[in-house]
T-cell receptor, first 115, second 112 residues
Framework: DTAVSQTPKYLVTQMGNDKSIKCEQN?????MYWYKQDSKKFLKIMFSYNNKELIINETVPNRFSPKSPDKAHLNLHINSLELGDSAVYFC??????????????FGNGTRLTVT | QQQVKQSPQSLIVQKGGISIINCAYE??????FPWYQQFPGKGPALLIA???DVSEKKEGRFTISFNKSAKQFSLHIMDSQPGDSATYFC???????????WGAGTKLIIKP
């Protein structure tokens, strides 16, 4: 069983479009995240949701909006896509509590290409 | 002060050799130092982690060495195998604030 699953795996779209990426975790974790990995492999946290409440919102453009219908799902909506949004987006989850016992579990990523 | 500096950016090691990746940090409040391994097309996965109350942690062929006074920690992969070829990330955090501060990653290639 896939612990953290993302769809779609690949997303190719044109500038100006609006798109969504879906994420689901079946680990029973309390916290979910969105990360952006650029072409140089650098990982940047974008959002974190704990029990359906936003607890981290790093300086990302407000064109990006996370939506969590329940604690097992965290979707990412992107409006007015720009070329610079091209990257791999990872969803992750962890259990609330001490960080020592709760590693991040990542999905396999969504490669977004904006043309 | 929040940065974690990782080196080298890329590394090529012969099969059977020792791979060494280094990380340095500034914030002395960090108390959790994990290493994540990422294969192409996959998300990062926790490989091994250490807390500053020990100087070394070993799991199979993977060892973290931690130098608290120098504010450095490193990953050693003994008897490196082609299957170890991946990108490795070090990170750091404070338990009171879960947010992980990530290194820039090291692309490791093990030549057969």
């Amino acid at each position: 069983d896939t612990a953290v699953s993302q769809t779609p795996k690949y997303l190719v779209t044109q500038m100006g479009n609006d798109k969504s990426i879906k994420c689901e975790q079946n680990l029973g974790h309390d916290t979910m995240y969105w990360y952006k990995q650029d072409s140089k492999k650098f990982l940047k946290i974008m959002f974190s949701y704990n029990n359906k409440e936003l607890i981290i919102n790093e300086t990302v453009p407000n064109r990006f909006s996370p939506k969590s219908p329940d604690k097992a799902h965290l979707n990412l909506h992107i409006n007015s896509l720009e070329l610079g949004d091209s990257a791999v987006y990872f969803c992750a989850s962890s259990q609330e509590g001490t960080v020592y016992n709760s590693p991040l579990h990542f999905g396999n990523g969504t490669r977004l290409t904006v043309t | 002060q929040q940065q974690v500096k990782q080196s080298p950016q890329s590394l090529i090691v012969q099969k059977g050799g020792i791979s060494i990746i280094n990380c340095a940090y500034e914030n002395t409040a960090f108390d959790y130092f994990p290493w994540y391994q990422q294969f192409p097309g996959k998300g990062p996965a926790l490989l091994i982690a250490i807390r500053p109350d020990v100087s070394e942690k070993k799991e199979g062929r993977f060892t973290i060495s931690f130098n608290k006074s120098a504010k450095q920690f490193s990953l050693h992969i003994m008897d490196s195998q082609p299957g170890d070829s991946a990108t490795y990330f070090c990170a750091a955090s404070m338990d009171s604030n879960y947010q992980l501060i990530w290194g820039a990653g090291t692309k490791l290639i093990i030549k057969p």
